[in-house]
């Protein structure tokens, strides 16, 4: 062996020790645990609240994944796992079927279950004989701010030593949807139409908010499939209210609100309800603010508003 080999294998050799003795260390190391709160919510507002309010101190976990839809969403067990491991489990109410049976079982542990929506969820609507509640507040500002405001306790009560950060960042959220609801007051203030045309009945706390009348293709849930009783009153609706635009989702096909558009000599526009923000929207920098600005305008187009 060359004079210049063995340098090398020499070379390789103090290499090899040195990455196994890091490695060792890397692995004798202890595991840094975070000392931020951990919070899981059950869908994109939510997660976009907790996210605004906990900012730095708070690690935010959504079960729903972006661009799934939260109605029909089943958590995994990794996602069990996050949600017993975690400090907060943050619901609305009335959208998410496995949160009474996961309340259940989180009962003794140390995750405190909160529910955004309590005692806001006013309306109901009946849809083939069956009364069921509208979960759907997070779409009306102020409804959002209530929401907001629970999410804020919940975090101060449970990371009193960042409180003040808490309500610093909750009165900028605050600040935020109040701007929206003058947004939406002024927006929708002087419309030629008041009647629209939406793919599931998500907007009723809205359309009751700014004096709006909505009518929903299927019902409160998205994946309920419309029956042709209620397709023919949905067409009925649109003719007598000579409505221009038939609203879509993004999360859903807009197969059933393209054939209603056809049948009435109307286009189809995008009202988001804001139960999942696509993994493209959110790269692209949109978020519930964003995207509640983009639902007034396209709101303002189909009603014929001046303002
Ligand atoms: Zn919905």
Redesign the pocket.
Known sequence: MSRHNRVAIGILLIVIATVGVAWGIMRRSPVVTSNKLSISTSFYPLWFFASQIGGQYADVHNITPSGAEP?DYEPTSQDVVTIESGNLLILNGG?EAWGDKLKASLKGTKTTVVVAGQGLLTHTLTENGVTGVD??VWLQPQLAADEAQVIANAMIAADPVHATTYQENLQTLLSQLSQLDTAYRLGLSSCKQTAFVTS?A?FGYLAEHYGLTQQAIAG???DAEPSTQQLADVTAFAKKNNVRYIFFESLVSPKLAQTIAAEVGAKTLVLD?L?GVSPQDQTAGRDYVSIMTDNLHNLQLALQCTK
């Open positions: 109605h959208v979960p759907h599931h998500a409160l849930s998205p309800p139960e």
